[in-house]
């Protein structure tokens, strides 16, 4: 492996990392975060806060689940074990992740509309991560191929 | 598979051991391992060449077609 991709793939397991540091730090700070942004938008009652909290602290969880998952396929592409079924399974994991985020966005939109567009960026990004999920497939197909042709 | 790969006959027939053939191929050992066990999907003409080379013999002494049973 040459060292420009190396450092290219530290720099994405360093955004990794402080994705999941991001992630800890906004569920900590749910609760005084929404407080601060219901005052300041005098449109919303104030119960809306825990409706917040309820739509951050579930989408945490599959959030949480594909950066792991995110981790776990760049741990494997530094072995140099790139097109392997267990990527291929990663990569589909993270398509649901993201369409369940994508679901609890829609529910959420009922009380606030702006959720809806998250929603759809969610379900666009698993749409793009199961089409990266069938070339991995495919790919894994080829390199089979390629490792039994002597 | 239709295709069997006789090569540990061959082997046997010029007493060449896997490790000393490997080298002289320019193959590891493990893939002409693969090769021997009919694990192989595939033979690259440039593998095959070095065979016959380091064997003394033609493609058709290591590679045997047999018809599939069922089949016509």
Redesign the interface.
Known sequence: MKWNDDKSLLLTRVCVWLSAVALVLLCVSAPWLFSWFIQKRLILPPQSRDYFLVTTYTVAVPAAVALYMMNRLLANIRKEEVFTEKNTRYLRGMSWCCLAAGLIFLVSSFYYLPFFALCAAAVFMALILRVIKNVFAQAEEIK??ND??? | MPIIVNLDVMMAKRKVSAGDLAKAIG?TPA??S??KNG??????FT?LEALCRELNCQPGDILEYVPEEGSD
């Open positions: 089979k191929e039994y042709t002597i | 193959i893939n002409l693969i090769l694990k192989a999907k595939a033979v690259r593998t």
